[in-house]
């Protein structure tokens, strides 16, 4: 994951870099990477300029991610036989777009921690978790949270 991560940060900079050389500062700010939004601090005020940039870049997140995530059903639901390249190519899309929403949070280099956190948590539900009627595997009331604050800047 580490490799796929620095791709996409590269990505993230060269763009924002590109945009800052055409004069699209605020959009330019909208794809650093490492750029603290996790760490907003309580103090910055709604119409601070840092608030309505860390606004513009989760609302810009939201759209791409839904975005792709509906290219990638509309090829599952309409496609009476999907090509395999075509699901495949619509995956890495939306793996993409919310791996740039993770680029621009301090914990993106604790991506493959975490994610190997929430794999152990999720592979402990599968001897007592039970299966509701769609298929899905739900876990037990009292199944152990998986826990992150470690990861995360600041605590």
């Known amino acids: 994951m580490q490799a796929e991560l620095s791709m996409l940060k590269d990505f993230q900079n060269t763009l924002s870099n590109r945009l800052l050389s055409e ?8 794809h650093q990477t490492n750029n ?7 103090s910055i005020e709604y119409d601070d ?5 860390y606004v513009d870049q989760t609302d810009l997140c939201i759209e791409l991610i839904t975005e792709e995530a509906d290219e990638l059903i509309e090829i599952i639901e309409k496609e009476r036989d999907p090509k395999p390249e075509q699901m495949l190519k619509e995956v890495c899309d939306l793996l993409y777009v919310t791996l740039g929403f993770a680029a621009r949070y301090v914990e993106f280099d ?7 956190r929430v794999h152990e948590n999720n592979m402990l539900k599968i001897t007592t978790g039970t299966f509701n009627d769609s298929g899905k595997l739900v876990k037990p009331e009292d199944h152990p949270q998986v826990d992150l604050s470690d990861l995360v800047k600041g605590d």
């Open 23 to 30: 004069g699209y500062e605020k959009l330019s700010v909208l």
């Open 36 to 42: 603290l939004l996790s760490s907003v601090e309580d």
């Open 49 to 53: 300029n840092r608030w309505d940039v």
């Open 110 to 116: 604790k991506l493959p921690e975490a994610f190997k």
